[in-house]
């Protein structure tokens, strides 16, 4: 299993949309809490490289992937569903079976609302590691953070208890936060929450 | 036996080289390659936390302020926070 502090990098794949806001941000959150990073498609900007090819190598650099299929609703504009997820899941687990040494020891937690509600829209990922949120923050943190404690080489990481009372410490301060650097603590751009998540726990866990 | 001679005189008297200092803990700023058949990519460790855990970020400067105006800002508030 990848060890070294190179190879913590984690691909999320997500709705990135406000309503899943709360939630992108509890996960982001852990990841980073347990001495990981996070990672996603909010990091890859359109210019020049298709956006296809930078998620492949987006994809590429994370040896772990948590992929958050309970999006499943139709848009409420276009009437239509988002593809995204389950395509970039897909990616994943291709690059898992058909890359080399280092792309097949990849692991990757599958989260969507109800345990075994994809067997009735994307019945063939059976087999993978599954885990329900039941849409509740508290249940993310704890199942993203016992995904990473599984690694067998992870050392002692903090219980979800930690995390989650961490998170509500951190939520609490984020707005004074960005208001002391003059920015929308709601409208922060993935690479600057990261940061600010990084440097807070830094600073106050 | 023949006497010493000057230079043997110094080596014997040269103080002895102090003892191995063990390695120095890694810098906060220190980054990180991953290697393998991912393409490279430099992660650097931010600091640790109170229970261990090492904080980590690619690396690259955030766009919207810097480190040390967030940094300063996370203090303010923490210290207001605690009183």
């Known amino acids: 299993m990848p060890a070294a502090l190179g190879e913590r990098a984690v691909f999320i794949n997500c709705p ?3 309503a899943y806001q709360p939630m992108f941000e509890a996960i982001v959150f852990t990841v980073q809490r347990c001495g990981f ?4 498609a909010l990091e890859v900007s359109d210019g020049g490289e298709t956006r296809i090819a930078r998620i492949l190598t987006l994809i590429g650099e994370c040896p772990y992937g948590i992929h958050d299929i309970s999006r499943t609703e139709l848009d409420a504009t276009t009437n239509l569903p988002r593809f995204n997820m389950p395509f970039e899941l897909g990616l994943y687990l291709g690059a898992r079976h058909f890359g080399g040494r280092r792309q097949r020891a990849k692991r990757c937690l599958i989260l969507d609302r109800e345990r075994y509600r994809y067997q009735t829209f994307l019945s063939d990922i059976a087999g993978q590691d599954i885990e329900a949120h039941g849409g509740d923050r508290e249940h993310a943190v704890a199942r993203v953070r016992n995904f990473l404690r599984a690694d067998p080489d992870q050392g002692t990481l903090p ?3 930690v995390i989650w009372r961490d998170l509500a410490r951190f939520e609490r301060d984020k707005p004074a936060i960005c208001a002391e ?3 929308d603590a709601e409208d922060l751009s993935f690479p600057d ?3 600010v998540i990084g440097l807070w726990l830094e600073e106050a866990a | 036996m023949a006497g010493k001679t000057a230079s043997q005189h110094r080596t014997q008297n040269r103080a002895k080289p102090a003892a191995r200092k063990p390695a120095a803990k890694r810098p906060a700023s220190a980054t990180v390659t991953a290697g393998g058949d991912g393409p490279a990519t430099g992660y650097k460790v931010l600091g640790t936390t109170s ?3 090492r904080i980590i970020l690619p690396k690259g400067k955030p766009k919207a302020f ?3 105006r967030l940094r300063k800002a996370i203090r303010t ?3 207001e926070r605690s009183g």
Request: with cysteine.
């Open chain 2, 51 to 53: 229970d261990g855990v």
């Open chain 2, 77 to 79: 508030v923490i210290a």
């Open chain 1, 37 to 40: 990073v996070a990672r996603c």
């Open chain 1, 159 to 161: 219980s979800g208890r």
């Open chain 1, 181 to 183: 650097i003059e920015l």
């Open chain 1, 16 to 18: 990135f949309d406000a």
């Open chain 1, 193 to 195: 929450l990261r940061h």
């Open chain 2, 66 to 68: 810097t480190t040390a």
